[in-house]
């Protein structure tokens, strides 16, 4: 494969290298287009697990939790926010994410310097609990997304809440409902008849409710992608997510493959994705532990992952690999691998702590235990 200027430019077994071109080969690897991840909170990943679950739906859960004045609520929504959306690209990139869903407002942090690439033309409601002038919400162009958790429970107040997006009018084709973990087959008449999507996050339901959304049934009638939530209540790497998600019985690793590749480019309108000519340059390369290419996916840890490349460009990668390329850039432990980063995860780090929060605090988060 050639790599020019963002874009794969050509593919195949008989490309020969033209003068100055550095070539690199790869034994004992699978090659596969960059990863989707459909739901994440990006600034709110310096959170450890919050609540005592199980709880009956979402609003128990916020209200058990969102505590401003108390700890670590207050210290860690004090650090500033770039620094917090950061930490949260670099959660997504180690596990070869090179496109994510935010839900929350936008940021000019999330631009083109950001590690991986944030969907930017999307519309978003947090849920129709905590939601003032909903319908305001939902966007004017048909096209754009409009993303909104929904039937975040196993109570009647959560299963409700599909029909009440269908009486205020806007359970549409471009509504994508997060996590629908109260949809019973009335609910998944309504989602399908309106041609709307759902993404899954397994383990944050599980965290809190001890229970997942029925996706063997929803998949069959509608479009299922695969996301992360942030760590407050899900795991921290997409690889674990997939891995909890296979374990659920409730979608193949196949299925799983395509929740997190063709799915989302499907639901939230983005560029297809292929290796072949004239496709962006948005890969990741891993080594072979399974030899079907989609079980190989969910085996995978972010220490691992030999590189990923984004926008034609390597945003991390095994330290010999950035040897070799002769990249600069900054080594950085995660897990026991020593791995080169395009980022400088050490001042990332400082930065954060510089606003007076004791590095205890992070004790419960799983990316910081990983990358210290
Ligand atoms: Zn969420």
Redesign the pocket.
Known sequence: MRVDDQKITEAGNSLTPKKNEKVIQFDNHYLYCGLTNS???LEMNLYPHLGNPPYRNYTEWARDVYKPDENPVREIERIPIKYRLLWGGIKNLISGVTMVVH?NPWHYTLGIHFPVRVLKKYAWAHSLAFEKKLKNKFPFWKRTPFVI?AA?GTDDFAQGEIGQLKKIGILKPNSVL??AVAVESNELDLISQAGSSVVW?PS?NYFMFNQTASISKLRKRIPVAL?T??TM??QSALFQEMRTAQKSNEATVREIFEMVTSVPQKIFKLPQQRILPGFPADLLIIPIKSKDYYENLILQESEDITCVINKGKVHYSDRSLANELVLKGYIHKVGTSEKWFAYDIDQLKMNILSTGIEEKRFEGNELWKLLS
């Open positions: 739901h994440d909170h839900h958790h975040e997060i996590h996050c944050s996301g939530d942030s209540t899900g």
